[in-house]
C-alpha cells in the first residue's frame, strides 16, 4: 500500500508578520488502535515589520491523525513528507501546506478474505435481482395476450396507413411526370415557331441555357454572332440564369 496524503493549516501569529527570515518542519507519530497520531512541528524566524533588522522566533504545533486499513501490516509502516510550503495570507497568518506519504506491507489472506467477501455478497445481490425480476415478469405475463393483440391491431392499421401515403405520392409522382412532359413539349412547340416565323436564312441553331451572371452580351460573344441577331431572335433584352436561348447560325 502507498498513499499520499495533504495536510493544510493557517498559523495565527497575533502580532504582524512582515517576512519568514527562517523556517522548519519536524514530525513524530505513533499507531495506537489502528490509527496514526502524530504532530508536525513548524518553527523559524520572522521580522514584525519590513525595516525592522531584529528576528522573532516562533514554533507551533500541528496535529494529526490518520485511519489505517484493516489489513495494513502496521510494523512495515514508513511515513515521509513529500512535499512542505508556507505562504502568508494575511498580516498576522501564515498557510502551511505539507503532503505527506505512508507507505505499508498489506496482509493478503486478509486481502483474498475481503475479495471472496465482495465477490459473495454481489452473487447474492444479483441472484435477489434475478428472482425479482422473475416475479415482475409472471405478474406482466397475464396482461400479454392482451398487449399482443393491440400491438396486432396498431401494426395492421399503420400498414394501412403507409400503403395510402405510398399511393398517394406514386399518383404525385405521376402527375408530376405528366406536368414535365407537358412543359417540354410546350417550349419545343415554341421554340418550332419561333424558328418558322424567322428569317430562312438562319437553317440551324443552338439551344443555350443561361447561366449565373451571364447576358446576351457574353452569350453572343462566346457562340461569335451578333447580339442584335440574338435580342431580335429570341424577343428579349435581358436573360435569367435557366433562360433557353436560341443562337442562330447563319448558312454560310
Known amino acids: 500500500m502507498y498513499v499520499k496524503i495533504p495536510f493544510e493549516s493557517i498559523i495565527d501569529f ?4 512582515s517576512e519568514i527570515t527562517k523556517m522548519s518542519l519536524e514530525h513524530d507519530y505513533n499507531i495506537s488502535e489502528g490509527l496514526v497520531l502524530g504532530n508536525f512541528y513548524v518553527s523559524g524566524e520572522y521580522k514584525t515589520h519590513e525595516v525592522s533588522v531584529n528576528t522573532e522566533p516562533f514554533k507551533y504545533t500541528l496535529p494529526f491523525t490518520v485511519e489505517l486499513r484493516e489489513d495494513i501490516k502496521k510494523d512495515t509502516l514508513e511515513f515521509n513528507i513529500e512535499d512542505f510550503s508556507y505562504e502568508i495570507t494575511d498580516k498576522t497568518n501564515l498557510k502551511v501546506n505539507i503532503e505527506y506519504s505512508l507507505k505499508a506491507l498489506v496482509n493478503e489472506e486478509e486481502v483474498f478474505e475481503r475479495v471472496n467477501e465482495e465477490e459473495l455478497n454481489s452473487e447474492l445481490e444479483f441472484i435477489d435481482e434475478f428472482l425479482n425480476q422473475e416475479k415482475i415478469n409472471e405478474e406482466e405475463g397475464e396482461n400479454d395476450d392482451e398487449r399482443i393483440n ?103
Do not use: Q, W
Open 150 to 252: 393491440e400491438e396486432s391491431e396498431n401494426v395492421v392499421s399503420k400498414n394501412e396507413e403507409e400503403t395510402k401515403e405510398i399511393a398517394l405520392e406514386e399518383s404525385k409522382d405521376l402527375k408530376e411526370e405528366e406536368k414535365e412532359e407537358r412543359l417540354g413539349e410546350t417550349e419545343e412547340k415554341t421554340i418550332m415557331e419561333t424558328i418558322k416565323d424567322s428569317d430562312d436564312t438562319f437553317v440551324t441553331y443552338h439551344v443555350h441555357i443561361a447561366k449565373e451572371n451571364e447576358t446576351l452580351e457574353t452569350i453572343a460573344n462566346f457562340y461569335s454572332v451578333p447580339s442584335s441577331i440574338i435580342t431580335e431572335y429570341n424577343n428579349c433584352d435581358s436573360v435569367s440564369t435557366g433562360d433557353k436561348v436560341l443562337i442562330p447560325k447563319i448558312d454560310e
Open 14 to 17: 497575533k502580532t504582524n508578520i
